[in-house]
């Protein structure tokens, strides 16, 4: 009786440290802040790896086609979920700034901050990529952001793109 016990307890005991682990990374999956990041252009999904539309974050504040290639972080301003602009630090300053920056996004070992992937339901991308290639609509992906900077997007959104300002109107 004592060996079987043991026995059972060497099977339970990693099944239950397993179980934790799991439920620690749910939980870590599910902490952080929502902010919605406008997109411009995107790769159709690749049907090989899966159902997934890749697109590149339009990051409020930054120069049109900036290179973040060598960028580790970005530091937000705004009121969540509404970023009024992004930060780039040099890319070699060292530890990400602590200090002046309430939240921060880093890069990520598989993506930079140039671009993010959404993995969607096969029967919804097609939908997506539709809207994605709208020239009237701005896509949003909503992206959640934890307190260390890793970056989970989340949903696709699109609201009608505004119209460029046309000076002040002139009275006849």
Same mark, same amino acid.
């Given at each position: 009786m004592n060996r079987l016990?043991?026995?059972l307890l060497a099977l339970l005991l990693p099944?239950?440290?397993l179980a934790a682990l799991w439920g620690w990374t749910h939980y870590r999956a599910g902490q952080g802040t929502e902010w919605q990041v406008p997109v411009q252009g995107y790769d159709p999904r690749?049907?090989?790896? @899966?159902?997934?539309?890749?697109?590149?974050?339009?990051?409020?504040?930054l120069e049109a086609g900036a290179d #973040?290639?060598?960028?580790? &972080?970005?530091?937000?301003?705004?009121?969540?979920?509404?970023?009024?602009?992004?930060?780039?630090?040099?890319?070699?300053?060292?530890?990400?700034?602590?200090? @002046?920056?309430?939240?921060?996004v880093r890069r990520s070992d598989r993506f930079g901050l140039d671009q993010g992937i #959404?993995?969607?339901?096969? &029967?919804?991308?097609?939908g997506l990529e539709e809207k994605l290639r709208d020239p009237r609509l701005q896509g949003m992906v909503t992206i959640r952001v934890r307190d260390d900077g890793h970056i989970t997007p989340l949903r696709?959104?699109?609201?009608?793109?505004?119209?460029?300002l046309a000076g002040p109107a002139s009275t006849p």
């Amino acid at each position: 009786m004592n060996r079987l016990h043991s026995a059972l307890l060497a099977l339970l005991l990693p099944l239950a440290g397993l179980a934790a682990l799991w439920g620690w990374t749910h939980y870590r999956a599910g902490q952080g802040t929502e902010w919605q990041v406008p997109v411009q252009g995107y790769d159709p999904r690749d049907l090989l790896r @899966g159902h997934y539309i890749t697109f590149r974050y339009d990051w409020p504040g930054l120069e049109a086609g900036a290179d #973040l290639t060598f960028q580790p &972080d970005l530091c937000i301003e705004g009121t969540a979920p509404v970023i009024r602009r992004v930060q780039a630090r040099a890319a070699f300053d060292g530890p990400p700034p602590r200090t @002046g920056c309430r939240q921060f996004v880093r890069r990520s070992d598989r993506f930079g901050l140039d671009q993010g992937i #959404l993995y969607v339901p096969q &029967d919804k991308a097609a939908g997506l990529e539709e809207k994605l290639r709208d020239p009237r609509l701005q896509g949003m992906v909503t992206i959640r952001v934890r307190d260390d900077g890793h970056i989970t997007p989340l949903r696709m959104d699109f609201r009608p793109r505004s119209e460029p300002l046309a000076g002040p109107a002139s009275t006849p």
